[in-house]
Each structure stands twice: as structure tokens, then as C-alpha cells.
């Protein structure tokens, strides 16, 4: 026998895959033997849209059979009537079970009719009348006579919710009822089957309303107008006066409800299923004043009267309102919440994990915790964020500035979406059930996609479609619940009292103080000119002012902090990200609290390199720049400008955001000060490389290029050790090109090192960058440039000892790497001399380091506490060395380095250095090398001097130790004591013979 379906291939155009499709559509008098017939073609548009073509036509089969004499009415309402189509068509294609409903009992296809449709505020009387109840809310109706009743008026109810939204899905001009409106229909007709089933248990009780009064009050997603299609209904019960008939009233209101409509869930009461059904309202307070555990308080977010004496609910939400809004105020509130999550997740079976819609991860509860985490913490303070619904309070956290309004977008909609899969799933057995098909089962994600509205395309299935959507959303809801569940902010944001979040003036001066504010009047001041108005920016900066307030409270400056962050606000009023990137990356807030509290050099930077606060909350990509990369695009940033200016100044905007992001990971504890001083040092050759190449580019614009040039670093830029103030000691060679003169290539070359000097020396905001060329033979009398062949005259004639000492940090750094190499090659044997040093050279540098010492440190300084010059400071460690190096690097080789540490390294190495005396000089230039830095980045300026009290000392202290309480007085100590060290060692190596 042929296949109907594929002898006639028509049907099959029209979704239809059913054996007996043709015969049906025969009796149903919708095909003919040429296609669809008259007045039909829309009836089977409409069959080939419903969610389950096969399952939609079975059903008009068999509402043909049950309506037999009426049938025609059916078939000429379904041609003529969009409206009853699209509705009928769609629930006949979505669930079995309102199609078992509708064909159970003649006519009620009627409901579906487009002038028939119920309105919201129908339902309670809809079902009030169903079991005769009268205006005293009393039923005539009782026992099953009453639950069959409320049955059937409930269920026609929600077929009509049903229909409507799933109508648009067949006839695409019926508008679609979105989230919102389903919800809360399905929520108000839950309402009111509560409602009749406590007037059914009224008339069961008896005198109920005489001897006590019950209030029901709703919780949940009942409470929060969120309900699904099968959802149990969670409520608590309120009692006065005879709670013995409380009692009985609410657990036949719960039997009752539960026969004719949904499961009524009372577990969310005190003590859940141990304690009493029903409690007094001081019962309730006393409960949650004393033994309410932290989720409790949760669950009463969404806490509100629903049926029952309206007067007592509202006195209960008076009572427990306080308390769930000064929940956050709890000791561990948010580790609670948390601890709370992972208990649930850690509940659903590992091969579940990934298609559980409500429970897994990446489904609606890491959405519902997210919000009310939020909404707990956040809303003590601002009262537009206390909605009872998810997805009203979500807009109201984005609307407010909590949540970014991208965030906030993407994860209502993706809630949205999750929400829409478990009806279209509940729908179609009126079962509870969160599970998303398996990726194996094509057949029921083909349906599943069908009823959500997604269509084949591009090549694609709606099956495959719908799962690609599913993982989309799920990967993003969990990406967004781990960025604002948990955000470190709330820590610090719950951590603050409630009651400090609505201080009045003088109470907030107190606390301000109190906190260790030296000037709380004067703080207050900034947090009004950040906070007032209606801003979006004021929103977030009163969401992010209470945790900074406590975090920069923490720091040695909180009052100069506070004026920096204010600073710094304001200069970045109009960076878009800025607010966003301290509310919701991690620990950002919390680091740049402790830079502004600390240092007064990072606030400028910050303002003129603010990408580097993008770098807090990931200290390896903070840290761990390659210096070559650092220094490849500076020069490819330097090269795209054409004018000197522009280039230069786009070189001293790189130099600053480097300095910026060292600074930053120097101070937060994660670079050590070898790293700090070779990532300044590469940045200031950087800096020197990219200006010398654009200097003799506009300089050959005009002359031609006439020398070869090359940069030869000096001092701490030769070793690799320059801190955060210190100048560029340079020289710079030059060599003619064929054909020039050597006067000439002189002049061109100085005309190019002038203005590298002059350009980058000249007056800015930022730190100064100036190009020291005093060590040049004949210092600062004698010529800036010199060719190769002059310094190996002057060197080879005049040179004297210091300028042999000098030239032990010599290296090439920019420019001509030829011409360098031949520079140092000149120069090795002028500071390795053949033999070491004889007696008078030696005595020559033990008087100069004598006179230095003596003549050099400034006026009035300690020079126990002068890392520069004092005793066992960075000379006393440097001379000594250079002192080893110049006596026997001719016989060492690997004495031949520029660094400090590692020539004390070599020194000990080879036994010129006892491994004690080594470690007690190496400690000492690390200390001094380290509080040299800490000293300039705490004061914005470059000091040499440790001081011996104030606040200065106590964030050097803090910095060195990485410590938010150092004892300062124990720092100096340890300093001198480190540095007395390495005096006594200087003292006998440096003079030994």
C-alpha cells in the first residue's frame, strides 16, 4: 500500500511526517484532492507554523470526533477567525495536555475565539464564581464538588494564557505577550485560584472568619509576578486569634489548592516543614530577629500579601522589611549567599549539569543569586532598587549604575530567553520539569525550537539553532554571574554598616574621622562634588564611595587619596569606561584606593595615562610587559609622525603610560626592584632610540645625513639601574659619512644631540626627562659631541681616574650599533687598565670618594639615612665595587659587566669578596635602591633623604614591607641596621690595599 504522506507530496510541504496525515485532513474537510481546500489554505499555513505540525493535526482529529454535530462550527470558526486559529493551532502544536483539556469537554474551543478572551482582572471573580463563593468570600461549592469546579475554571484560564502566547507563533500579525506579560498573568491567576480555594476552606472550616484572622502572603517567583506555567506557589501564613483555626483554614486552603491547581509550598516559613503552619506576627518578628538564617532573608525579598485579611499582610511586610534590608549587615552576609549557590549547584546530578535550565550552571538561579546579592547589598541604601521580580530589579541595577547597562541588557535577556524554554517545555505535558533536551534527541529540540519561534535558515535546522542559542546564553549568563556574584566590590561594599550608608552630615563627619580622616570636613566636600546630582556617573560613584572610603582608609593618606581619586575623576568625567572598570573588574577599585593613598606621583599619571587602570585587575599582564615589546612600539609610534614635535611627543606619552604601569606594579607589591629598574632603564633608551632617529631624520631633511651617530649610556642608564627621577648620563660619538669633514660631522651631530636634549628636556606635566652629558671628556667644558677618533685622542693623553671609574657603566644604547661597539672597544682598556690600578690611582679615588662624601651630601641630611650618600648607601656600595672592578677586571673577565649586582656577584665569585661581606653589600644597594624608589613615587618628586617620621615614612614602610600597618620606627631601624653593615664591609675593602 502506497505512503499517503509521500504519494501525496504536497502534505509534506506543509510539515506533516504523520502516516495518517492525508486522512485526517480528508475528515477534517481541509484537503482535497488538489490541495488545500477552499477556504483552507490559511488553516494549513497555520498547521505547517504550530511548534508539532503531526501532534497539532491528531488533535483536530480528535476534537473533530469529540464535536461531531458541532464540527462545522469549529471548521468555519477556524477558516474565518485568525485569532482562534492562531491560538487553537498553536496549543493543539505545543501541549497535549491543554489539547486533552479542550477536547475533554465540548465547546471549550469556544474560549479561544478572538471576542471571548478573559481580561487579568476577570480571573479571581472568574474563579470566585466557579466554586459560588459570595462577597463574604464564602463557598457554596465544598469537597470534590468544589475541586472539580476550580479545576476546570483554572485550566480554561490557563489554555487562554497559553494561546495567547503562543498564537503569534501561527499567525505572525497576532501580537506576542512577551516575558512580562505572560508572568504575570500566569502569577495573577494564580492569585486567584489561592483566593478561591480559601473561600472553599472558609466554607469546609466553618465560623474561620469569626474566630481568627489569616493573612497568606506570597514568596517566590508567586511574590515576584514570575511564575512559570507548572510552578508550585510558595507562600507563609500569617495568624491572630485562635491560630488553632488558623491552622486548619490555611492546610485546607493548601488541599484544596493543591486538588484543583497547583502545588502550594509553605517549607519558606520559619523552621520550614518543622515549624508551625501558621505563626502570630510577633512569632514572625521574634523568629527573624533571633534564629533567621541568611537565605531566609533572601527569600523574603519577593515577600508579599496575597489573599486573606489585607490588613494583617501588610503589618507583616512592615515587620520583615527591615530585616531583609539590613541583612547585608551580617557578619559573612556574602560568603553566606555564595556558600548558599554552591550548595544548590553541587545538588544537580553531573549528567544533568549542562541542560539544567534552573539549577546548572549558566541557568536562572546564577541570574536570580546574582540580582539579589546585588539587590541585598546595594538596596539598604537605595530604595528604587527594591522590586520584587528579577528582571524589574536587573533594569534597576543597570538603570542605576550598578550593573553595567550592557550587562544588565544582556543578562535580562538571556534570563528572558532561559524563561521562555522552561514554559514552552512545561507546556507540553503541564509538568514541572527545567531539563533541556539532550543534543542527541533532534526530534524533541526540533519541537522545542518550533514552539520558542526559531525557524530553519541559512542551512542550518532549527534543532541545531536552538542549541547553539542555549549554549550562548548559558555561557554568557555564567560569565556575568561569576563578574557580578562575585565581584570583590560587594565584599567591600557589605562590609560598610548600613546604617553608615545614610549618614546624616555630622554623623557621616564622625565616621569619616573615626575611619582616620585627618579633615572629614573637607572629605565630605569631595564626596558631595562626586555624588550630587542625577547622573549616571554620581549613581555609580555613590555605589562605589562606601567601599572606598573604607579602602582608602587603609592607606597612610586616606585624605589625600580621596582628593586624588577626586581629582582624577573628574579629569576622566568624560572616559566612558573609567566608573564602569572600578565597579566590575576585580580587585581594581580596591588597588587604585591603595596607589592614590600612597603615592602623589600616580594621580598625574593616571590622569594623562588612564589605559593603565585597564592593567590593575591582572597584575601578569601589569607586570610582566616585554621590554621589547615596549620598546618596538614605542619606535613604531614615533615613526608614523612626520614633525619632530609630534614624534617626540608621542615618545613621552609612551614613556609616561610605562612609567605609570611600572609605578603601579612596584608599589602593589608585584615587581622587584632589579625588574623595576630594567623595565625604567629600557624605556628610557626606548624613549632615547626613537628621538634620535626622528632628530636626525628632520635634521638630514635639511643638511643631509653628514655623521653616523651613537648614544653611549652612562651611570645608572648604562647599568640597567635607573629609578623613577633619575637623569640620562649619556655621551655621544659620531663619525663622519664618506666626504665629510670631521668639523662638519661635529656640528650636524650637535645640532641632532641639542635637540634631543632640548626636546625631551623641555617643561611638561610629566616627570622631567633630562639628557646629562657632564661625564663627556673635559666636562661641562668641553664638547657635547666628539668624533670616535677625538675621544681616543683625549682618552689616550688626558684621561684621569674618574673618567676610567665613569666608564665602567659604559654601553652602547642608541644609534649607530657599529660606531658603539667600536666606542667600547675603545674604552675597555681605559677601564680595565693591564695590571689593575697602581698606588697613586688608588689613592687618587679614595680621595675623591672622601671629598664626595664630605662635600656632596646636602646640607642638614642624615647621612645615616641618606640612600644616596650615606653610610652604606648606594656610593659607598658603588665606589667600592668600581674600586674591584678597576683593580682586576683585567684578570676577571667577569668583573666586565656594567651591573651592580652582578659584579658583586663575580667579586664574590672569584674570591675578592668574602659571600658575607657580598650579601651585606648586595642587601644594602637592594634597601637603598628600593626606598630611593619608594621615596620618589610616595612624594611625587625625587628625594634622596629617608625621613624619620610622618606619613611619608609610614607608605615608604608600607611599600618596602608590603603592608597596609608597618611599623615605621622598626623600618628605620632595619634600614640603619642594613646599612651599618655595609658601611663597616665598604669601610675595610674600599681602603684595604
Known amino acids: 500500500m502506497a505512503d499517503p504522506v509521500r504519494s501525496t507530496p504536497s502534505i509534506a510541504r506543509y510539515g506533516l511526517t504523520d502516516d495518517r496525515a492525508a486522512e485526517y485532513l480528508r475528515a477534517a474537510g481541509w484537503w482535497s484532492d488538489t490541495g488545500p481546500a477552499p477556504d483552507h489554505e490559511a488553516s494549513m499555513v497555520g498547521l505547517s507554523r504550530a511548534p508539532d505540525p503531526d501532534l497539532a493535526l491528531l488533535a483536530i482529529d480528535r476534537l473533530r470526533a469529540a464535536e461531531e454535530d458541532g464540527w462545522s462550527a469549529v471548521d468555519r470558526a477556524v477558516a474565518t477567525d485568525r485569532g482562534l486559529r492562531g491560538r487553537l493551532l498553536a496549543v493543539f502544536g505545543a501541549s497535549s495536555a491543554l489539547a486533552d483539556f479542550v477536547i475533554a469537554r465540548p465547546g ?65 500579525d497576532l501580537p506576542a505577550p512577551g516575558y512580562t506579560a505572560t508572568t504575570t498573568r500566569l502569577t495573577t491567576l494564580a492569585e486567584a485560584g489561592i483566593r478561591a480555594a480559601l473561600a472553599v476552606a472558609a466554607t469546609e472550616v466553618g465560623d474561620a472568619r469569626k474566630a481568627c484572622r489569616l493573612a497568606v502572603i506570597a514568596m517566590g517567583k508567586c511574590g515576584g509576578h514570575e511564575l512559570n506555567y507548572v510552578s508550585d506557589v510558595d507562600v507563609l501564613f500569617v495568624g491572630d486569634g485562635d491560630l488553632d483555626v488558623a491552622t486548619r483554614l490555611a492546610s485546607t486552603m493548601l488541599r484544596v489548592a493543591g486538588q484543583a491547581c497547583f502545588e502550594v509550598d509553605a517549607a519558606l516559613r520559619p523552621e520550614g516543614k518543622a515549624g508551625p503552619l501558621v505563626r ?210 560587594l565584599e567591600a561594599v557589605a562590609r560598610v554598616p548600613g546604617e553608615a550608608l545614610r549618614l546624616s552630615p555630622s554623623a557621616a563627619q564622625a565616621r569619616l574621622a573615626a575611619l582616620g580622616y585627618a579633615a572629614p570636613d573637607g572629605a565630605l566636600r569631595h564626596i558631595a562634588a562626586l555624588t550630587t546630582g542625577v547622573s549616571r556617573r554620581a549613581a555609580i560613584q555613590g555605589t562605589l564611595l562606601p567601599a572606598l572610603l573604607e579602602m582608602l582608609a587603609e592607606t597612610p593618606d586616606p585624605d589625600g587619596g580621596l582628593l586624588a581619586y577626586r581629582r582624577v575623576s573628574e579629569a576622566l568625567a568624560g572616559t566612558d569606561w573609567y566608573l564602569r572598570v572600578l565597579r566590575d573588574e576585580a580587585a581594581v577599585a580596591e588597588r587604585l584606593a591603595v596607589l592614590l593613598g600612597t603615592s602623589k606621583l600616580v594621580p598625574d599619571l593616571v590622569v594623562r595615562a588612564p589605559e593603565v587602570l585597564r592593567l590593575l585587575g591582572d597584575p601578569d599582564r601589569l607586570a610582566g610587559r616585554d621590554t621589547a615589546e615596549v620598546a618596538t612600539s614605542l619606535r613604531q609610534a614615533v615613526a608614523r609622525h612626520s614633525h619632530l614635535g609630534e614624534a617626540v611627543a608621542a615618545a613621552r606619552s609612551l614613556r609616561r603610560h610605562e612609567l605609570l604601569r611600572v609605578a603601579s606594579a612596584d608599589l602593589l607589591g608585584f615587581m622587584d626592584v632589579l625588574t623595576v629598574c630594567h623595565a625604567l632603564s629600557s624605556v628610557w633608551v626606548a624613549v632615547l632610540r626613537a628621538t634620535l632617529a626622528a632628530a636626525e631624520r628632520a635634521e638630514s631633511v635639511a643638511a643631509g645625513r653628514q655623521a653616523r651617530i651613537a648614544v653611549v649610556g652612562m651611570g645608572r642608564l648604562g647599568g640597567a639601574e635607573l629609578g623613577y627621577g633619575s637623569d640620562a648620563d649619556v655621551l655621544f660619538v659620531c663619525e663622519p ?157 667577569a668583573l666586565r659587566t656594567t651591573s651592580t649586582i652582578e659584579g658583586l656577584g663575580a667579586a664574590e665569585d672569584a674570591g675578592l669578596v668574602d659571600p658575607v661581606d657580598a650579601t651585606a653589600l648586595r642587601e644594602a644597594w637592594l634597601l637603598a635602591t628600593r626606598t630611593r624608589n619608594a621615596l620618589t613615587v610616595v612624594r611625587g618628586k625625587v628625594t634622596d633623604q629617608l625621613p624619620t617620621s610622618g606619613r611619608d615614612l609610614v607608605a615608604v614602610a608600607g611599600v618596602l614591607w608590603q603592608t597596609t600597618d608597618p611599623d615605621p620606627g622598626q623600618f628605620v631601624d632595619s634600614y640603619r641596621r642594613t646599612t651599618r653593615r655595609a658601611r663597616s664591609v665598604v669601610e675595610r675593602l674600599f681602603t684595604e690595599d
Open 108 to 172: 471549550e474551543w469556544r474560549r479561544l475565539l478572538t471576542d471571548r478572551q478573559h481580561s487579568v482582572a476577570d480571573y479571581t471573580r472568574v474563579l470566585l464564581e466557579a466554586v459560588e463563593a459570595d462577597e463574604h468570600g464564602t463557598a457554596a461549592l465544598t469537597g470534590s464538588d468544589a475541586v472539580r469546579a476550580l479545576r476546570a475554571a483554572y485550566r480554561g484560564l490557563l489554555l487562554e494564557i497559553a494561546a495567547d502566547d503562543l498564537g503569534h507563533l501561527v499567525e505572525r
Open 280 to 489: 502570630t506576627l510577633d512569632g514572625h518578628a521574634a523568629y527573624y530577629e533571633r534564629w533567621a538564617r541568611t537565605w531566609e532573608f533572601q527569600a523574603l525579598l519577593k515577600a508579599r500579601p496575597l489573599a486573606g485579611d489585607a490588613e494583617l499582610g501588610q503589618e507583616y511586610l512592615d515587620v520583615v522589611e527591615p530585616h531583609v534590608w539590613a541583612a547585608a549587615d551580617r557578619d559573612n552576609f556574602v560568603d553566606d549567599v555564595r556558600a548558599m549557590r554552591r550548595r544548590v549547584e553541587d545538588h544537580v546530578p553531573a549528567e544533568l549539569a549542562d541542560r539544567e535550565l534552573k539549577l546548572g550552571r549558566g541557568g536562572l538561579r546564577d541570574v536570580e543569586f546574582a540580582v539579589q546579592l546585588l539587590q541585598l547589598v546595594h538596596g539598604r541604601n537605595d530604595e528604587s532598587l527594591r522590586h520584587r521580580s528579577t528582571v524589574d530589579t536587573l533594569a534597576a541595577l543597570g538603570g542605576g549604575g550598578y550593573v553595567g547597562r550592557t550587562d544588565a541588557a544582556e543578562l535580562g535577556e538571556s534570563y528572558r530567553f532561559l524563561r521562555m524554554l522552561e514554559h514552552r517545555l512545561q507546556l507540553q505535558k503541564l509538568r514541572r520539569t527545567h531539563v533541556f533536551p539532550a543534543e542527541s534527541d533532534r526530534d524533541e529540540l526540533r519541537r522545542l525550537a518550533r514552539a520558542a519561534g526559531i525557524r530553519p535558515d541559512r542551512g542550518r535546522g532549527a534543532d541545531q539553532i536552538l542549541l547553539e542559542e542555549y549554549r550562548r546564553h548559558v555561557r554568557r549568563v555564567r560569565r556575568l554571574h561569576e563578574k557580578l556574584f562575585y565581584r570583590p566590590l
Open 737 to 893: 659619512v664618506d666626504g665629510v669633514a670631521d668639523s662638519d660631522a661635529v656640528k650636524y651631530a650637535s645640532r641632532v644631540a641639542q635637540s634631543v636634549r632640548k626636546l625631551l628636556g623641555a617643561p611638561s606635566q610629566d616627570p622631567p626627562l633630562q639628557v646629562d652629558v657632564d661625564l663627556r671628556p673635559e666636562g661641562r667644558q668641553g664638547p657635547i659631541v666628539r668624533t670616535l677618533e677625538s675621544y681616543r685622542s683625549y682618552y689616550g693623553q688626558w684621561a684621569e681616574v674618574w673618567e676610567a671609574q665613569a666608564l665602567l657603566r659604559a654601553r652602547p644604547i642608541a644609534g649607530d650599533e657599529d660606531l658603539g661597539a667600536r666606542f667600547v672597544e675603545l674604552v675597555d682598556p681605559l677601564r680595565y687598565p693591564d695590571g689593575g690600578l697602581d698606588a697613586d690611582r688608588v689613592r687618587e679615588i679614595r680621595r675623591i670618594k672622601a671629598r664626595v662624601d664630605t662635600e656632596r651630601l646636602p646640607r642638614g641630611a642624615d647621612p645615616a639615612l641618606h640612600t644616596k650618600l650615606g653610610r652604606g648607601g648606594l656610593a659607598d656600595v658603588e665606589w667600592t665595587l668600581q674600586l674591584l672592578q678597576l683593580r682586576h677586571a683585567s684578570a676577571v673577565p
